[in-house]
């Protein structure tokens, strides 16, 4: 590893660091679009064309708004919470790859640059820590303003965030269990090819939704309900507990909180994709195209399959009415980790018979 | 494991800080403070401030954190358990069996015992409980 490496490492964390900025401007209008449009309104329209500048505006007037300190507050803690969410937030995309690995010459020698912050082996474990890590950001949020609704907001957060994680974690074993394989990039590559059927070879991608189709469902109900979007929005119900967690942060401390969610709810569409819908792989057409268009159109697939889940988010967001807390609850523990237990133990059978044939022959 | 693996982690932590941290130190900075006493009270909807905020919330919320403890530990061994499922074979699928069964059953003696109901008032539980597993309970 020389220093161009190093370099490369750099460019490399600074452009995913730059596509999360960008996405979650960009996210934050198209919910508010969407939204507007499932509810018969215009949206933002006043700031750039079609109101696509809108984020950006708010973010500056957050950037100059004062930011009030209440009196009852646990200085320390109360500072520390913004930043605990923000940077957990653009570490947890870093082991999501979003391209086709390619090759450049730099220094006289051919190097491989991957499209994905870092390939850990261990990459779905670092997952779900860094989304325990977030957690913090919420309970000592709630317990630092030394205030009525933060701190209800703030522990129920904290009980959804922790119940709906082991259903998640309970959820991925399955996908590491078929793919055989933590490591992210293995598991795009384990779905990289087409299905075979009965010894056909059906052209359907071999995307692991196919057969793990119990295991995304549950992953997806945990990810709306990890990100604490509607309906398991309950954290800042607004009718009940004002915003929750947030009430007593204002000016650039909520805007922190606001950017976290956002990119933990795109970092999650891009988990659902990598992890069930065969992340960027797709049709490149080597050789048919040129070959930097053959080299980008994985990254186009990428954001489709991304965009279709963010709909998906914002969809849910406008038909579906919040939970009620109790309802939450069971639906975490008497209803999706008994499923998840039930699939796994069916699923991990059925992959023992297959692998090491039955157990008495 | 090679440790340069976790380089662009390190780097992006750095950036991510650094970005949190400088924007809000520069926007607490430029942006113009007039506190008021009114403005520094604790939120309660617009409201003088009745009463000091409670500072204790209902025990389920701890029984739910120390559930999840217990799922938490469980899922960490099952991804050590399906990251070598090929080398471990029928051995492992049986270790694995007998451990998730203690944790179900865990699960349903929880679930049983009512820990994972949601308002439910005591006195309800233990007018739901039989007459003599109550009476034990009293005495206890």
Not at chain 1, 21 to 36: I, N, P, S, Y
Request: charged letters at 15%; one cysteine or more.
């Amino acid at each position: 590893m020389d220093w161009i490496d190093v370099l490369l490492v750099v460019a490399r964390v600074v452009a995913v660091f730059a596509l999360l900025m960008g996405v979650c401007t960009l996210l934050v209008w198209f919910e508010r679009k969407v939204v507007a449009d499932m509810q018969n309104r215009v949206g933002p329209d006043r700031a750039g064309p079609w109101g696509i500048l809108q984020t950006v505006a708010d973010g500056v007037k957050l950037f100059f708004k004062e930011q009030v300190t209440p009196r009852k507050v646990e200085l320390g803690l109360y500072l520390a919470a913004p930043m605990l969410a923000a940077v957990p937030a653009f570490l947890m995309f870093m082991v999501v790859p979003f391209g086709r690995p390619f090759t450049i010459t730099l220094g006289g020698e051919e190097r491989l640059v991957p499209l994905q912050g870092a390939d850990l082996n261990v990459g779905l474990l670092y997952v779900l820590a860094m989304s325990s890590v977030a957690v913090y950001a919420v309970v000592l949020a709630g317990w630092s303003s030394g205030s009525k609704y933060p701190l209800l907001g703030g522990v129920r957060a904290t009980a959804q965030a922790i119940s709906y994680e082991a259903a998640m974690g309970l959820s991925l074993v399955p996908v590491v269990l078929f793919t055989g394989s933590m490591r992210i990039s293995e598991i795009v590559a384990a779905q990289s090819s087409t299905l075979t059927f009965l010894g056909w070879n059906i052209g359907f991608p071999a995307w692991n939704v196919v057969v793990l189709a119990p295991s995304f469902l549950i992953f997806t109900i945990s990810a709306v309900a990890e990100t604490n979007r509607a309906p398991f929005d309950l954290v800042e119900a607004e009718q009940e507990i004002v915003g929750g967690f947030h009430t007593e942060y204002s000016g650039l401390r909520f805007a922190l909180f606001f950017l976290a969610e956002y990119i933990n709810m795109f970092t999650m569409s891009a988990l659902a994709v990598t992890l069930f819908f065969g992340g960027w792989s797709g049709p490149a057409w080597d050789g048919v195209l040129p070959a930097a268009v053959s080299a980008l159109l994985p990254t186009v697939w990428f954001f489709v399959k991304v965009l279709v889940f963010l709909f998906i988010f914002v969809w849910l967001r406008a038909t579906l009415p919040r939970l009620r807390y109790d309802q939450l609850m069971t639906l975490g523990w008497k209803r999706l980790i008994p499923s998840s237990l039930v699939w796994l133990f069916f699923i991990g059978g059925a992959l023992a018979v297959r692998r090491f044939g039955l157990p008495w022959s | 494991m090679e440790l340069s693996d976790y380089l662009p982690i390190a780097v992006m932590f750095i950036l991510a800080s650094a970005f949190a941290g400088v924007s809000l130190v520069v926007s607490y900075l430029i942006s113009y403070k007039r506190p008021t006493p009114e403005k520094l009270e604790p939120y309660e909807c617009g409201i003088v401030t009745e009463a000091e905020p409670i500072q204790r919330f209902p025990v389920k919320f701890y029984l739910v954190a120390i559930l999840f403890v217990i799922f938490d530990v469980e899922i960490v061994f099952l991804f050590a358990w399906a990251s070598v499922f090929g080398e471990l074979g029928w051995g492992g699928v049986a270790a694995v069996t007998v451990f998730t069964l203690m944790i179900v059953e865990t699960l349903g003696y929880v679930w049983k015992r009512g820990a994972l109901d949601w308002n439910v008032s005591r006195r309800a539980r233990y007018r739901a409980a039989p007459p003599a597993e109550a009476a034990q309970e009293m005495a206890a």
